[in-house]
């Protein structure tokens, strides 16, 4: 069974920065889509960042444009989602997704039910 497992969540004060990353499974020559996506209490889940497994075709939702920036390192297999300048209104749990042989383009990539293998995600709080 595929695993995702995602780190480097935490509480921070507004204005402050996180960077989260997402260990993902060695697929190979296989190409996937991966996002990350969030979710606050009471709220449906956004999708937030997705980005090619070859690094490609990079799109982000617009609450996080110009602050958020969705990376890959090939190498290890870590996709990573920096989040700067960091709002009260980005506290949600926040999750990465793959959907293995499945590229997307524009905002397809940002849609939930698009993606079959979630991880457990990390909490991101952010104060005032």
């Known amino acids: 069974q595929v695993q995702l497992v995602e780190s480097g969540g935490g509480s921070v004060q507004a204005g402050g920065s996180l960077r989260l990353s997402c260990a993902v499974p060695?697929?190979?020559?296989?190409?996937?889509?991966m996002g990350w996506f969030r979710q606050a209490p009471g709220k449906a889940r956004e999708g937030v960042a997705c980005?090619?497994?070859?690094?490609?075709?990079?799109t982000y939702g617009d609450s996080v444009k110009n602050r958020f920036t969705i990376s890959r390192d090939n190498a290890e297999n870590i996709v990573y989602l920096q989040t700067d300048n960091l709002k009260p209104e980005d506290t949600a749990r926040y999750y990465c997704?793959?959907?293995?042989?499945?590229?997307?383009?524009?905002?397809?990539?940002?849609?939930?039910?698009?993606?079959?293998?979630w991880g457990q995600g990390t909490q991101v709080t952010v104060s005032s």
């Open positions: 060695d697929f190979g020559a296989q190409t996937y889509q």
């Open positions: 997704a793959v959907a293995p042989m499945r590229l997307f383009f524009g905002v397809e990539c940002l849609r939930d039910t698009n993606y079959n293998v």
């Open positions: 980005i090619w497994s070859n690094g490609g075709r990079i």
